[in-house]
């Protein structure tokens, strides 16, 4: 018999992404309560891979913080935060929270993640408009650790 093969961190950190991005645009567009979207997304969607508590960190976490993560992407975007697309919209929200908030994920991989989340999701050539902002914020909100090349 096989033995069953754990699933990596990684893994299930990105499909929390991936589902908060979704749940965080249902919230911007549907204006519906966080936790009926939460709830909503454990009873309705395969969520056996995901990291259901980081999914439950950034769904709640970025609208706790959403004046300041708009606020330090608003000298980065070359317009209003409404009139960006509301999919890149969740996707630099996540990608700010995670260069604010979360220093142990490397600068990289939070604008990879981005990056993928908008080639698969977002408008065409999306995931340009995010790199370059995410960029941008990287540089500014991690100097040190882009410096130190690491």
Do not use: C
């Not at 033995?3 to 965080?24: V, Y």
């Not at 056996?48 to 992407?73: C, G, R």
């Amino acid at each position: 018999m096989k033995p069953a093969t754990k699933q990596k961190p990684e893994h299930a950190r990105r499909r929390a992404r991936r589902s908060a991005m979704q749940a965080l645009y249902q919230w911007q567009m549907a204006k519906q309560n966080l936790a009926d979207i939460e709830e909503q997304f454990r009873v309705d969607q395969d969520m056996s891979k995901v990291d259901l508590d980081y999914f439950h960190e950034l769904l709640h976490q970025i609208p706790a913080h959403m004046d300041e993560l708009d606020t330090a992407l608003g000298p980065h975007a070359d317009r209003d935060i409404s009139a960006i697309d509301p999919v890149e919209r969740a996707i630099l929200r996540i990608g700010i929270y995670e260069l604010k908030f979360r220093p142990e994920i490397p600068y990289r991989v939070v604008l990879n993640e981005a990056i993928q989340l908008a080639k698969q999701f977002g408008a065409e050539d999306g995931h340009k408009y995010i790199n370059g902002i995410l960029d941008k914020l990287a540089h500014e909100l991690r100097g040190i650790e882009i410096n130190a090349g690491l």
